[in-house]
């Protein structure tokens, strides 16, 4: 009988450090680089091509060109609660490495087109190496799938002509691919065209964890994670 424990807290021990090892050995993979932001075919909304007109800034001779690309300015972020060691905790992560091109016509904005948008995973931060190794490894499995991606379908509320300086905001529509499982979503955003030829601004959207199946491996310390989850996007992109 003595034998039988012993071999049983043997196979468990065994077990628990081979599930360790193989917790801390997912999500190794760098971010790939020279990676470039997918080029924006004809509109699958409208059937234009993409515009190429420029905005004249009032009371100077330059144009701002209405081709645009995000810069290492923008980030992807993700927001969730969960309690840590029984206290209620936000939850942050961040990558900088957001793909995506777009084309604003200033006098008439329904002819602007988003192109696909790449995050990379593999460069998700929070504030513990360990939650970071949990996102990048069984969560997201960033070793096989380095890049979530959203390809807009829709756009409502891009209408009228935009300002210099002036905000206008729009939803986008589309689909949102988390390793191999896809849904579609809808982004809220807001963006500004200023007089250096820049555009910014935040896409944001709640998606649930469960559709995408993104389980939270089981941790002593970490209990109660919320089932919804809050993505944005804050963008700056320069003329292309």
């Given amino acids: 009988m003595k034998r039988n424990v012993v071999a049983v807290l043997a196979l468990g021990t065994a077990l628990a450090v081979g599930g360790a090892a193989w917790f801390f050995t997912q999500g190794d993979a760098e971010p790939t680089t020279e990676v470039t932001a997918p080029p924006i075919a004809v509109s699958e909304t409208t059937g234009a091509s993409a515009p190429e007109t420029t905005l004249t800034v009032p009371g ?36 900088g490495i957001v793909l995506g091109r777009i084309e604003i016509d200033p006098d008439d904005l329904s002819n602007s087109q988003i192109g696909e948008i790449l995050i990379n995973a593999r460069d998700f931060e929070t504030d513990s190496a360990l939650r970071n190794r949990a996102i990048r490894g069984p969560i997201l499995d960033t070793d096989t799938f380095e890049f979530i991606a959203f390809v807009p379908s829709a756009v409502e509320g891009l209408e009228g ?10 939803a986008v529509s589309g689909d949102l691919t988390i390793r191999d ?60």
């Fill in 60 to 95: 100077d001779e330059a144009t701002v060109p209405t081709s645009f690309e995000l810069t290492d300015a923008s980030s992807a972020t993700f927001r969730l609660d969960e309690e840590l060691r029984s206290s209620p905790k936000t939850v942050v992560g961040s990558s």
């Fill in 181 to 240: 499982i896809t849904q579609p979503v809808t982004f809220d955003v807001t963006a500004t065209l200023t007089s250096d030829g820049i555009l910014e601004g935040t896409a944001t959207t709640v998606v649930e964890r469960g559709p995408f199946e993104l389980f939270i491996p089981s941790v002593p310390s970490v209990a109660n994670v919320s089932e919804e989850v809050l993505l944005a996007l804050d963008f700056v992109a320069e003329s292309a």
């Fill in 161 to 170: 002509s935009a300002s210099i300086g002036e905000e206008f905001s729009f």
